[in-house]
């Protein structure tokens, strides 16, 4: 004879499979109107209009302001930057004209001065509005 485990483990899964035949023919009555009433419910609550404090709310304005404030501090790093850029320009020129005598690379790079000169007002401008823009934003937060 085999191991008892083995033997009652049989008994077990046969019982467990005449149990499923036996009731897999239909369904009782009472957990079909159960289940039928579970499914009305689920759909009644889906078509209800939810409450204002179910809606997803807007972002806070304090995570809009803590953005805006990380923009103004890299247009602030590109300002630092621009001004950086003008210097070393400057100091290139000097360079090319005193020194170096290059009269066709002193143009070139008095033109690059130049653009880099536009882009430092023009970063200016921007970071002087957008902190206005940050001001608001602190007020209302």
């Known amino acids: 004879m085999g191991d008892p485990r083995n033997v009652a483990h049989a008994k077990k899964v046969t019982q467990e499979k005449q149990h499923k035949a036996k009731h897999a023919g239909a369904p009782r009555p009472a957990k079909k109107a159960q289940i039928e009433e579970t499914k ?4 009644e609550q889906s078509t209800a209009p939810k409450p204002e404090a179910e809606k997803p709310a807007q972002p806070p304005d304090s995570s809009k ?3 805006s404030l990380a923009v103004l501090s ?6 630092f930057h621009s001004r950086s850029n003008i210097e070393k320009l400057a100091e290139l020129s000097l ?19 130049g653009a880099q000169d536009a882009f430092q007002s023009k970063i200016l401008e921007l970071i002087g ?13």
């Not at 009305?40 to 759909?43: E, L």
């Not at 360079?95 to 008095?110: C, D, S, V, Y």
């Not at 509005?129 to 937060?141: D, F, K, P, Q, V």
């Open 65 to 67: 302001l803590e953005k």
């Open 95 to 113: 360079t090319i004209e005193e020194e170096l005598k290059q009269k066709a690379f002193a143009e070139a790079i008095g033109a690059v001065y």
């Open 40 to 43: 009305s419910a689920a759909t």
């Open 74 to 79: 890299n247009l602030k790093d590109l300002e």
């Open 129 to 141: 509005a957008y902190e206005t823009e940050c001001t608001r934003l602190s007020g209302s937060a």
